[in-house]
């Protein structure tokens, strides 16, 4: 037990003294803002187009208008959002008494207020028709002239995002667009919004009913509300209601990160010892059971340090700045047992994949020894990934239950679809397969991490049967 | 004597390929005993069943007064052929880790990795990475790690390869200590030399087989004295001589040849001389010279030491 303790303690602390650990630790969480904030800065720095209309024709008179109104409603109602979500973001950040709370506030409320005011702004703006574009004549004439105000030919500040030239086929409205960049479509689809509502309301006026009424009709927005006898409440669905299944298929993707980061670790600590000559000097000091205990110990510690952390940061974010909803999350984790499963199937899922992995690890010197075996293993851990998502809004399909028995997968899918109370049998029947296979697997990784250890030979399926068989 | 480790009819077999057959042998308590062959003779294979991380096809050992080398691993210091330790780790660490895992405690490991780095002139290493250190001197590091517990038996498999000679002469002066401190110590190697000047016994091996077990003057005694001759002489001549047999020319310039042969057992060499002038024999050089480890080792098994006899074995044999 002692020589146990001492591998894994060596383990653990050869990767949690490195800067490189924590870095990596923090990227989860770090890439998880990123990949929250990436869309939405890119979306509030995308370009204000430069856009002149031009009727074509007779035919065409009052769709620039149409548009122009279009535009107009579009403004106004990206500034209400806009203001909507300022409210929302004010009322998110605390109103404590620490003065290095209040001395956030402000500065979070101005950066909360530019990134809104950023993404309420249209992106399109109407600009006076140049007079030589306008004046020119239809035709060869008129198209060299939008092709040099396209163009690089102009100075940048004269230049124009969009030429639209404004028509009527059989009697609807319909355009031509004309843009610098072939792959910019805001400007099509925009025009092609705002054509939409103009031909809609030429139509209702042409049957006789006001504009005024169809455009209230448009901006109606009705007020439906979920209601479930399942519910908490008994009645009306909540975030309470929805949130198991979040964060069940949250915690899948949170355990599958950790499993295969463990796991990783463990191959690369082996291949590492392999590839030093490690291993032989550690196995004439503690058996193959013992080295192989003590790594996947210490590595399990690493991996509750990680989760330790992640953990924190995220429920230190959410009371900071959802306090309400931190204490819903906090009933589903408690109160609805999912701290529990969450714990069992780690245990399950980290031993399986852990052991197998390092004694994968105890026949390879590098990576690309490795890939024999983890690229087909790889591959089949795609499928949970897959899967769990289907377990989001369909827990019960045959897919989702019937791969839920498949050891290897059970500790992601269960997590996933424990939301929809699945049966009592499903949830004991792969749990025990679960707990089967990982001490089977246990046996199965002792045994040719033994063999492994000491031998040269290349790592082929064949070979690793062959050290299952054969033992020591 | 008592026998520290008693090998008995010690066989191991990979699939067709026999890499050790029928071993038997003693290495007796607080002796050095050499164990001898080229690469690929069942030297590293026989260490790892004396140690128990590879089982025996058929046979017995019996180390320490256990027939399990894994049940007395902690009163044994190995240092393997193939060297390594962990690189971010200090040498004191790295002494204090394998020699806790052997059961002494950290504060003690850690005070004896100071006095042994010391004592090895690597006292100014003490804080560096082992990535920091030489070759030399990581296996310095590892051999210190090797014994840092006070094992009462070491067993070092090709302790001297990768060593220049200076370190090789310091590596021989520390088995010299451990085995005049008590240890029994068994070290592979194919280099004859080391073996001759430390060694109580040798046990030579050939082709997974035991060729000799005996002391290095037993050896030696297998071999017949070489007697070399440099003149005019003709091959025909020097055969007549008393006691030479296994006449060889081993040069010819200008009609002066050097003659190597055998001396007979019991033969002496001043009758050969003696016998060249009363021969009027051109004898330019005369010289005898005696046989050496080596030279016993070609005798007995008609095998070079310094010849790879390693094979490569399929699949996972090799491990078993």
Known sequence: MKRILLIARREYGAYARTVGFWLSLLAFPMFAVLGGGIPLLIKSSEPVNQVVLIEDGPAATGLATAVREALQADVDRRAAQAGEAKQAAQAMVPTGTEAGTEAASPMLNSAGASAVAALGRSRIRLVETPADLAAAPQGAEQQAMVNRYLGDELPKAERLDAVVFLTRKDGHPAARVWTARTTNNTVESFVSRSLRTANSRQVFEAAGIDPAVVAETERFDPEVTAFSPSSVSGGEVSFRDRAPAFIGLASGFILWSLIITGASILLNSVMEEKSNRILEVLLSSASATEILTGKVLGVALLTLTVMAAWGGIGATSLIGFAPDRAGEIGQVLLHGGMLGYFAAYMVGGYLMYAVLFAAIGAFCETPRDAQTLMGPI?????????????????????????????????????????HADPPMIEIVGTMAGMFVTALFMVWVAGRAFRAGALSDVKLSWKSFVGAVKGGR | MTAALTLDGLSKRYGDFQAVRDLSFQ?????????????????????????????????????????????????????????????????????????????????????????MLDAQGLGESKRKKMKELSKGMSQKVQLIAAVVHRPEFVILDEPFSGLDPVNQQGLEQVIRDLAANGATVLFSTHVMQHAERLCDKVVLMARGQKAFEGTVAEARATTPRFLELEGVIAPEQAAGLPGVSGVEVASEVDGVRIIRAALAAGGRGQDALKAAFLNGLDVRRFELREPTLHDAFIGLTGDNPDQDQSVKVAGMEAAR
């Open chain 1, 378 to 418: 790889m591959m089949i851990l795609v499928v949970p990934i897959l899967v769990m998502q289907m377990a989001l809004n369909t827990p019960d399909a045959p897919v989702v239950q019937i791969l839920s028995w498949v050891p290897f997968f059970t500790p992601f899918l269960m997590l996933a679809r424990l």
């Open chain 2, 27 to 115: 290495v007796e308590k607080g002796t050095i005993c050499g164990f001898l062959g080229p690469n690929g003779a069942g030297k590293t294979s026989t260490i790892r069943m004396i140690l128990g991380l590879q089982s025996a096809s058929s046979g017995r050992i019996d180390i320490l007064g256990s027939n399990d080398g894994r049940k007395v691993r902690d009163r044994i210091g190995f240092l393997p052929e193939e060297r390594g330790l962990y690189k971010k780790m200090t040498p004191v660490e790295a002494i204090a880790f394998f020699g806790s895992l052997k059961g002494l405690p950290a504060s003690e490991g850690r005070r004896r990795a100071r006095e």
